[in-house]
C-alpha cells in the first residue's frame, strides 16, 4: 500500500486549461497539481504549497500526483 506524501513545492507553471506543475525547491521534484484542485485554490505561478502526494504513475518526469493542496505563502 502506498503512503501519501506530504511535500512543499513552489508552482513553476499554470496551464491555460487550469492543471499546474509545482517543484519541490530543495529536492526538484515534481508534482502535477489538477485542474480542479489548482482553480479551488486559484493557484498562480511563484505561489508556495503543501501537498499531500501519491507516486504519479503516469510520468517519469513528474514524480508527484497531489491528492489535496494548501498554498502556504
Known amino acids: 500500500m502506498t503512503q501519501n506524501k506530504a511535500k512543499e513545492f513552489r508552482?513553476?507553471?499554470v496551464a491555460q486549461?487550469?492543471?499546474a506543475y509545482a517543484t519541490n525547491l530543495?529536492?526538484?521534484e515534481e508534482v502535477f497539481i489538477n485542474a480542479a484542485?489548482?482553480?479551488a485554490d486559484e493557484?498562480?505561478?511563484g505561489d508556495y504549497i503543501r501537498a499531500i502526494c501519491v507516486p504519479n504513475e503516469k510520468s517519469?518526469?513528474?514524480q508527484w500526483y497531489a491528492r489535496v493542496?494548501?498554498?502556504i505563502e
Request: hydrophobic share 50%.
Open 17 to 19: 486549461g487550469g492543471a
Open 37 to 39: 484542485l489548482a482553480s
Open 11 to 13: 508552482v513553476r507553471v
Open 26 to 28: 530543495d529536492t526538484g
Open 69 to 71: 493542496i494548501e498554498v
Open 43 to 45: 493557484l498562480r505561478v
Open 60 to 62: 517519469e518526469d513528474v
